[in-house]
């Protein structure tokens, strides 16, 4: 199965601290996306990037998220000033390159960010 | 707005025996249908993947779904599960808008248990 990579693997911050998530998607691919899933819960949609362009959002992904695409092949996922609520397990994804083509999302193994 | 129903939030399978898992969905379109298993502080592996055509899928790790349009059904199946099956199972809904594909809808996961 195609890898997309994901760091750190946890992350624990302060309440009202800034964080920055990161994602390798498969091989210099230009789409990924972004999820979450808090404890026990179900995976939510968070945004879909494109060619350095956000191609969809939900209502989860407001001003206190951003992402970024800072160099060819990383991208991330900004959340200011933290909230408690904000404790999750935050996975990328990314289309695959032959099977299922860009209609198929494969989930890195995601980072668990934790605030205090 | 498209949304996923897996109306079993746990099931109990003894080793051996066959399982399925429900799924029902609600899409206006022919929709893109996707079984997801996450083990304990996993990431999400991708199980199977339903498109268009031969409404009976194989999946990796002997899994298999059925497509029932006439249902909006996407049940999950294994003949005889192993301990390793236990897990969290999500089935998800898609949708592909030309540029890409859009962020997935999962459902809210059935925990799988195996009796020995």
């Known amino acids: 199965e195609p890898e997309v990579t994901q760091t750190p693997s946890h992350q624990v911050t302060q309440m009202g601290q800034e964080v920055i998530l990161r994602c390798v998607p498969i091989?210099?691919?230009?789409?990924f996306y972004w999820y979450r899933q808090i404890l026990g819960q179900k995976v939510e949609f968070l945004v879909s990037?494109?060619?350095?362009?956000?191609?969809?959002k939900s209502e989860i992904f407001d001003d206190q998220f951003s992402v970024e695409r800072p160099d060819g092949s990383n991208f991330t996922l900004k959340i200011r000033s933290t909230k408690l609520e904000d404790s999750a397990m935050y996975f990328c994804?990314?289309?695959?390159?032959?099977?299922?083509?860009?209609?198929?999302?494969?989930f890195g193994p995601g980072t668990r960010l934790t605030v205090l | 707005a498209q949304s996923v129903t897996q109306p079993d939030i746990h099931i109990t399978v003894s080793e051996g025996a066959s399982l399925e898992l429900r799924c029902n969905y609600s899409?206006?379109?022919?929709?893109?249908l996707f079984w997801y298993v996450q083990s304990p502080g996993q990431g999400l592996q991708l199980l199977l993947k339903?498109?268009?055509?031969?409404?009976l899928v194989q999946g990796i790790k002997g899994f298999e779904a059925e497509f029932k349009r006439s249902q909006s059904s996407f049940n999950l199946r294994k003949p005889s599960v192993h301990w390793s099956d236990a897990a969290e199972y999500f089935c998800?809904?898609?949708?592909?808008?030309?540029?890409?594909?859009?962020?997935?809808?999962f459902g809210k996961g059935t925990h799988l248990i195996i009796q020995p």
């Open positions: 994804a990314s289309p695959g390159r032959t099977s299922g083509g860009l209609r198929t999302q494969y």
């Open positions: 091989s210099n691919h230009l789409y």
């Open positions: 990037f494109y060619n350095n362009e956000i191609s969809e």
């Open positions: 899409y206006g379109a022919t929709p893109y």
């Open positions: 339903y498109f268009s055509g031969d409404t």
């Open positions: 998800a809904v898609g949708s592909y808008s030309g540029g890409g594909a859009d962020g997935l809808t």
